[in-house]
């Protein structure tokens, strides 16, 4: 009985080869579809290997239209140098690292990538968890994406990669029917909690001004509604002031210090509304 225990917890290592075969099995699966045919193959594998060039890990002269030893080569490097498994097959993941760029907040204006941030957008919108298509890849794009990530179970870090590309582009469990409008009223608390928060944060400012800005003049509601009214102006002034490495995820706690800060300076910020208006 004590051996039948220890080789229940220490299995043999030859059960280690079954289960690389069967892995090795899956993996050289291909995807079928009414559309694959041989030439479609073809020119698949031509694509492959102009993408292989372009990206420098394969030759012109290396160019054969078939998925020889030099391109087999050319994938595990690329996949190496992507940070995806080194196994020399082109799956969903390394065809999302050849086609489409990694898109971030702060990365995403580094090259002309307009075309693949309106393809993320228009995905976004269609699904509800984006109001519109801009073309930038802004902060209301960097938060849908995170809710996009969080709703089908990746890691919510707002990088548009190949595994996230990939989620998007089909590879994907449908959201239970059930479940799906509890999630989207989720999402849409969210929302209404972050606002509340920046509200209450120019609020506190407003409130609690070390400054002596004016606050003996204001009542309670009259406070209220002015930390409301600022909030429309408060993001704008934000996002030209705050250098990009004073973010909050690299600084949670200082998330809603800024508009803390929009509350302390209502007073100037009004006259220049006004001013502008006028």
Known sequence: MVWNVFKALFPSPKSIPAAIAWETKLSIRPVLHSKRTPELLQQATHDLQRKLMDKGFLAHDQISGQFDQPTQVAVEAFQRSNGLKVDGVV???????????????????????????????????????????????????????????????????????????????????????????????????????????????????????????????????????????????????????????????????LRYAPYVMVGLLWSPILKAVTAALS
């Open 91 to 253: 799956g969903p993941l390394t065809w999302a690292a050849l086609c489409y760029p990694t898109l971030a907040l702060n990365t995403a204006g580094a090259q002309d990538h307009s075309s693949d941030i309106l393809r993320l957008q228009k995905i976004l919108v269609k699904e509800g968890f984006q109001a519109e298509i801009t073309g930038k890849f802004d902060r209301a794009t960097d938060k849908a994406l995170r809710r996009f990530q969080r709703y089908y179970g990746l890691r919510a870090d707002g990088v548009c990669g190949p595994v996230t590309w990939t989620m998007m582009l089909g590879q994907r469990l449908m959201p239970q029917p059930s479940l799906w409008p509890w999630s989207r009223l989720s999402y849409q608390g969210e929302r209404i909690a972050e606002q509340l928060l920046i509200i209450a944060a120019v609020w506190a400012g407003i409130r609690w001004n070390p400054l002596g800005i004016d606050q003996q003049e204001l009542s309670l509601l009259a406070a209220l509604v002015l930390a409301y009214g600022l909030t429309m102006v408060g993001p704008l002034t934000i996002e030209k002031v705050l250098p990009n490495s004073l973010s909050h995820e690299h600084h949670p706690l």
